[in-house]
């Protein structure tokens, strides 16, 4: 079955970097579109950033255009998160997602396979 596990979150202070990572088995990777969603305290999972097959096309909410980048790469089967210049709003739990058959949408329902999750602590 689909395995996707994420690592990278911590606790750093806001204008800080982190970078996540997600690691993916159980699937031919490069026919899924990756992406990330977080979720923070009292609130809705929402989209992060997303990537297409090829890694060509990208698609990011508009809080987070121009500080995070989403990479991936299919010869390692991982998608990476480099999040720049964090705010404290960027707290939350930060979720990997596959999407067999879509394109980068960022719609949560789009995405059938979800890792566990890592904390992401921004502090003012």
């Known amino acids: 079955q689909v395995q996707l596990v994420e690592s990278g979150g911590g606790l750093v202070q806001a204008g800080g970097s982190l970078r996540l990572s997600c690691a993916a088995s159980?699937?031919?990777?490069?026919?899924?579109?990756m992406g990330w969603f977080r979720q923070a305290p009292g609130k809705e999972r929402e989209f992060v950033a997303a990537v297409s097959r090829s890694g060509g096309v990208t698609n990011y909410a508009g809080s987070v255009k121009g500080r995070f980048t989403i990479s991936r790469d299919n010869t390692e089967n991982t998608v990476s998160l480099q999040m720049n210049n964090l705010k404290p709003e960027d707290t939350a739990i930060y979720y990997c997602a596959a999407n067999r058959w879509g394109t980068v949408s960022s719609q949560v329902g789009s995405y059938a396979d979800w890792g566990q999750g890592t904390q992401v602590t921004v502090s003012s």
């Open positions: 159980g699937l031919t990777f490069s026919n899924y579109v």
